[in-house]
């Protein structure tokens, strides 16, 4: 015969939540905190006016009869520059900064912080929930931006490819770094601008040493391999800046765990 202890923690441990369930659970709510028109017009309009600007650049190089490889150069350049420099962390900070911040300060989190499940499954959903608003926001321009820039010469494919890889694999880090941002810090996006523009912006172009501490020099690393193109500065082998970016996201994802299991929610 059981006890009345032993029947409470049985029926406890029935109603906990799975990590499957939890993390489906907690990307529905997040993904509705995140998304608002304001922030899909602003950030769609950057996006729209990097696609534009890379018509411009590609039909002018075109009219000035620059080589082939020297379009290739310039779309690659494009691409980083104003793709994996701007776009790709700005966008990611955006929403990774939302995730769990909106739901904070609307007491949304109180909500999830109340169901019986672990702190894991509402770091990744939020993560999740970032990156599947920003990936077609910094994609999407890196790629076209980046391509027409090359006014779609031979080997255009290439910079179109590399700036897929880059783009995607980016934003993916960065948004899962951004959630850790924004469970440290209350004013998350303030943060993340300085990183943006001081570190990944300035300093890393100081450097080896701080192209290695950078996200964009790996993810600049795999759009220079796969393009065939120079960049400058330390350009990794492909499987490594893989590694690192991947390592980065889970990396982030462990601690954005840890600290959500310290932190007190009202």
């Known amino acids: 015969m059981s006890t009345p202890a032993a029947a409470s923690a049985s029926t406890a441990a029935r109603r906990r939540v799975g990590a499957v369930r939890a993390t489906a659970l907690c990307y529905r709510v997040l993904i509705r905190q995140i998304v608002s028109m ?37 779309g690659a350049s494009y691409a980083d520059g104003f793709g994996l420099i701007v776009i790709v962390p700005i966008v990611s900070l955006v929403f990774a900064a939302a995730s769990l911040g909106d739901a904070r300060d609307d007491g949304t989190l109180v909500y999830l912080w109340l169901r019986p499940m672990s702190r894991a499954p509402l770091a990744a959903a939020a993560a999740l929930a970032s990156v599947t608003v920003s990936l077609p926001l910094c994609v999407v321009p890196t790629v076209l931006g980046g ?8 080997g255009s494919g290439r910079v179109a490819l590399g700036s897929l890889a880059a783009a995607a694999l980016g934003t993916i880090a960065y948004s899962c770094l951004f959630v850790l941002v924004g469970l440290l810090f209350r004013k998350a996006v303030l943060w993340g601008v300085a990183y943006i523009l001081l570190w990944e912006g300035l300093a890393v172009g100081l450097g080896e040493f701080a192209e290695r501490l950078s996200l964009r020099g790996y993810a600049r690393a795999l759009l220079a391999r796969i393009a065939e193109v120079d960049l400058g500065l330390v350009t990794y082998r492909l499987v490594t800046a893989v590694i690192v970016l991947a390592c980065v996201s889970a990396a982030s994802l462990v601690l954005a765990t840890v600290r959500l299991r310290h932190i007190d929610v009202d």
């Open 38 to 74: 304001g922030r899909i017009a602003a950030l769609g309009a950057l996006g729209t006016t990097m696609i534009v600007v890379g018509w411009v650049v590609g039909s002018s190089s075109s009219r000035n009869g620059s080589s082939a490889a020297g379009m290739i150069f310039d």
């Open 147 to 154: 391509w027409l820039a090359t006014d779609f010469v031979a």
